[in-house]
């Protein structure tokens, strides 16, 4: 069953993003969330980010995100956003393991060039998400006004 958009073209209630359109969403945005496991628990923190060779690419400095990204568990980064022409929203997840990069000339060129976290400090380490799955759904943004009892 799809809802109507505003052309006329029928929008079904969740789509299942491609990987390509899931990538090619990613690039569009710039933060998303970084989920790894701190001692034994989970933990979640916001990240810059670009996508670089089908992998996202963060930079971090010392402290809880490094340590848990260089353990044993793997990661998962999510990332959401919206069409307001089109009245939809998007989500994405990537899963996989996180590598911290060597730096070297090839990385400062390409994406360590424009990669900037918005909070000051020391943030010399540059980590990959090299993928096992990417995931994604789109779908219509419901109206507040649908979840109101009427009863």
Not at 18 to 26: T, V, Y
Not at 133 to 148: D, E, K, N, Y
């Amino acid at each position: 069953m799809g809802n109507d958009s505003q052309d006329g073209e029928a929008i079904p209630a969740v789509e299942v993003l491609s990987s390509s359109e899931c990538w090619d969403l990613l690039r569009g945005v710039s933060v998303g969330h970084l989920a790894v496991v701190v001692d034994d628990h989970p933990e979640v923190f916001p990240v810059n980010y670009k996508v670089d060779q089908g992998a996202v690419v963060f930079r971090t400095g010392e402290g809880t995100k490094l340590r848990a990204v260089t353990g044993p568990f793997a990661v998962a980064f999510e990332a959401d956003g919206t069409d307001q022409e089109r009245g939809t929203s998007w989500s994405v997840e990537v899963k996989g393991q996180a590598a911290v990069l060597e730096p070297s000339p090839d990385l400062m060129a390409g994406v360590g060039l424009t990669l900037f976290p918005w909070q000051a400090g020391q943030k010399d380490h540059f980590v990959r998400i090299i993928p096992t799955a990417v995931t994604g759904r789109r779908f219509r943004v419901t109206s507040p006004l649908t979840w109101w009892s009427h009863g």
